[in-house]
């Protein structure tokens, strides 16, 4: 990737970890790459009209979310150029990874045949056969992933049997969407067992993650402890948008939680904490926070 790319990723990275930065300045942001790529002043093969297997399946070994941004840019500017690459990445032998992320992603792309190997790019895959309605096609612990997340097996259970499995690592992608689902008590098991095990900065997270009002008075005195202030401070802004609003229930952003709230906080929320939202409301959006423009609200949903 030339130099001209490099920064223009660079300086987004620095936008998507900002607390501050608005999804207008991303969305500006990636207008400028568009333009870059549309009048031909990209040197990377990623940016040309033509693009060889080998120039595709070098940049996702090289920086794998990088490359996604530019399989977005390029569908924006050829229409029907992902469903195109899809098919090539699904047919690639060596790594599934990225068809499995674009699967997970993109509602309407196929996905592949063989599960994933790695545990990141399990978690996408079982989310993309989850939502097709395709969970039956899981092996263990993902169908019990699945079949919690539709109320039909215990949580607990399923969260400490993928605990164990991925010491923890990676946690979020699939731990979040169990504790949207989760009702006060489930939540509150789940979030007592991970305190035994001593990592109060991951309990912290988890508490805002839930969304859930009644952890308020918990996160509030937590902010008191200088070793966990900064984490329980910002978990508090999650949860009320620094307004000294509680909402019984779950809420987000000082908003109590209904399908409008999301739709105007998918637009209006700081970049940092977008991703968030995708663990409520991924059924209705297209890419990630991480996407090209900030992703897609999906119109009627």
Known sequence: MNQQLNLHLSQRATLLASDDATLAQL????????????????DSPLAQKVLADDDLFQALDADFHGALLMLEARARLWPGELLRVQHRLVARAEDNSAAWWLAAHYSSLPCPYVFPDSWCAQVWAARALHTRGRASMLAEPWQSWALALDGEAALLPVVQSLWEVSDGE?????????QVVA?????????????????????IQLMGLSCQSRFLPWLANMRHDEALAEAALRELRWLTGGHNRRHEGHQCWGEPLTPEAWAGLFRRLPLSFRGRLWHWCGQTVQGAATSLQGGEWCAGS
């Open 183 to 203: 009702d006060q008590k489930q939540s509150a098991a789940v979030v007592n067992w991970l305190a035994a095990r001593g990592d109060d900065k991951l309990v």
């Open 170 to 178: 990676q946690w979020e992608p699939w731990l979040a969407p169990l």
């Open 27 to 42: 969305k500006s942001h990636d207008r400028k790459l568009l333009a870059a790529m549309e009048l031909g002043r990209l």
